[in-house]
């Protein structure tokens, strides 16, 4: 499978270079993608993991793209509130899901999306598949996210 995902990403480095612009092989079964946004301290990330049987690949793509800014105030209930609202059935039309992760006093902010595919697709299909996934988690940056999220580089 790791010959085949960097064949898939080859591919879209080639075909859309605004979405993906460069990859990184972290280990057996994960990328670093860079991206447009690489350059404001945006990281993406995807991980792939075949089934048992081989016949499915389950991926996960992780775009870590900000915190949440309380200010020096306790956070909002509000705020909260909206932005778990956004989630259902996706943020900002996404396909992806918001998701939060506290390292040391700091709540980073990702869109985190769990495509699927068949292993009996061709390579080209996947890579297709997989672009339309990292458009989205692109076109759901576009406009400022909403209080308390705090995009980097904005």
Known sequence: MRQRMLKILGEIKVKSPSILTD?????ASSFELKTEYSKYDHRT????????????????????????????SAPDPGHLLRLLSMNIPSFQGSGA?????????????????????????????????????LFDLTMALIFEPPAPIKQFGA
């Open 23 to 27: 990859f990184l092989e972290e280990d």
């Open 45 to 72: 990330w995807l991980k792939y993991e075949p089934t048992s049987d081989g016949e499915i690949v389950r991926m996960e793509l992780t775009h870590l793209f900000g915190s949440l800014d309380f200010g020096r």
């Open 97 to 133: 899901y918001l998701g939060v992760r506290r390292s040391n006093d700091t709540f980073f902010v990702s869109l985190n999306s769990n495509p699927i595919f068949l292993t009996r697709w061709s390579d080209e299909d996947i890579a297709e598949a997989l672009t339309t996934h």
